[in-house]
Every structure is written in C-alpha cells, then in structure tokens.
C-alpha cells in the first residue's frame, strides 16, 4: 500500500538530464604574465568586481609612472606657456594703443602681433600635448588594471585552472601558457537540461509544473518550472533541449549532476484544513497487482501480523502504474502484492525482508 502525492497522478512525461549553470565562466586576464596571487579556491563565493587573482605588474607600473611623468611634463609646459601668452597679450594691447595714436611704427606693433598669435598656437599645442599625455596616462591605468583579474559577477568558484608560478594569457594564446584562471558560476542560476522527443513535445510548455530528483539524493523533490524549450531540434537525436528551473532549489543542487524530471499536467484541485489554510488531498493507490476477485468483489489481502484479511475495496481511476483506492484501506496499511488465488481471508504468510 502507497500513499501517493496527488502530483504523481498528473505527470505526464518523465525525462532525464544534468543540472547545469546558466551563468557560468572561465575567467581569464585580459594581459599575459607571470600569476603571483591567487585568492580563492574552490567552493568560495566571489562576488561581482572582487580581486581574485593578480598578475606582475613592474613593467607596467614603470610604464604607468612613465606616462604620469609625461602628464607632468605636459602641465609645466602648458604653464609656460599660459605665462608667455599673458606676456604677449600685455605687449599686444600697448603695441596697438601706441599705434592708434601713432607714436609707433607699425613695424613695431606687426612684431607684438605676431608674437601674440605664436604664444596663443604655443598655448594650443601645450593643451593638445596634455590631452595626448592624460590619454598614454589612462591606457597605462588600463594595463595595470588588466593585472588584476575580477570576477565577472557574483557566483561561486568551481576549479582553479591556474596556481601561482604559472604564466596566463588571454584566450592560452601561447601553447605553454594558461588560459582560465578559474571557473565560476552563478549557483542561483542552476537548471535541468533535458532532452525531449519531437514526439512527446506536445506534453510540454513554457510554465509547466514539474518535479525534479537529483540521483544523489532520490529521496527529496524539488518542485521545478519549465523556464525555456530551446528552439530548435537535435536532428541527429531527434530531441530538443528543455531547461527546468528550480523552484525550492538548497545547497545540495550543485553543477552537472545526474537528474530526472516529471513534468506534470494542471494542478489538482486544493481543499480546506480546518484552520482554513489549504492543502491538497493525498491519494491513496497500489499495485494493479494487489487487486483481486473474490466472490465477486474486488479484494485486497490487508497484512495484520503474520495472517492476511480479505478487505473489499472501491478503486478509482488509474494513477500512473497504480490504480487509486477509495474505500476499505488505509495509508498505514500493508497488502499482498500478486496474491495466489489460494489465498484465502485468515490465511497465515511468512514475510520475507527485501532484499537489499
């Protein structure tokens, strides 16, 4: 005898797959060098933009101080310049003053003029040469920047890839040189991936309750939605890819575990405690094979002790491989599955442990 959750009678596909992260990376540097630092290991939770790792980074902390160097360079020049122009400026206006009442040649007042415009083209040139000085500044910020790997966004260390000592670059463009650092993923993004028949894709749809059963752990179920049918097929497999997001997913689901889905129909209907608040009713069902006739009733041989009773039991409809029971048993209640039909009401058995 079973007592059975009523959505064991709505399922209506069973498919199998793995639980794998939708957000999920291989971190890699964005700059070739030697790893000196590396600050996680597997299992720690990382958060977006944490350090967790950094490359060597002398030579372009020199480049950096470099081009910071430069800037200053640029800003002094650029002062001088502003100071020569405020000069000429000054020369300038007394210049074309003096010839407006012409106590000088004109000659005179040409040279300050164009004294005037060369300090204002110098001053031009100064502020270019600062922009050109900032802007080596900011790619060198951006090399040493590039020493510092970061995780991408929140999420949890998978492997480590890389150890200290090892030379990184990007994408392992060198062959002796490592690509990924670490790999993590998003944990709150894990779902079941799995492969459903063309023909059985009209059982499934976006939304559609299900159950998910992890190998790991048979004996715990997670309720699960469909989140996504790929859309497209597989044409060799005849399949096409379904993902089922968790719904009460715990620290137990981890990446690339073996998993089963059912998925299930629409949910029954709900009733009353007596509280008020609601709860579904449970089912009780057995084995096709615990049913017999008997003097024209449908029978069930109920185990009390160590001899069986013939209880008259009213069945309902089909639930999965198991046939509903109305009347006549209870959810604690044990029964003989395949009775013979010698079988008889007050008939002792022996009963055998199962087998391990």
Known sequence: MVSINPSEQTVVLNASGYVV???????????????VDLRVKEGDTVRKGEIIARLESADVNAALSRFQANLNMAQFAHAQTEAELSEATLIYRRRK???????????EFDAAEARYRRARATVSSAEAGIRA????????QVEVDSTFIRAPFDGTVLTRNAEVGEVV?????????????????DMASLQVEVDVSESNLEKIKLGQRSEITLDAFPQVRYEGVVDTIVPTADRAKATVLTKVKFKNRDDRVLPEMSAKVAFLSDPPSETSRQDGTPHVKEILAVEPGALVQRGGKKVAFRVRGNQVEAVPVEVGDPVGSRVEVKKGLAQCDRVVKNPPERLSGGDKIEIKP???
């Open 169 to 185: 670059a990007p994408f392992g463009s060198s062959i002796s040189a490592k690509a990924a650092v670490v790999t993590i993923a």
């Open 354 to 356: 199962a087998d391990k």
């Open 133 to 140: 000085a900032e802007a080596g500044l900011r790619g060198a």
């Open 97 to 107: 003053a003096l010839l407006d009442e012409e106590l000088i040649p004109k000659a």
């Open 21 to 35: 992260p939708q957000r999920r990376a291989a971190v890699a540097s964005k700059a070739t060098g030697r790893l």
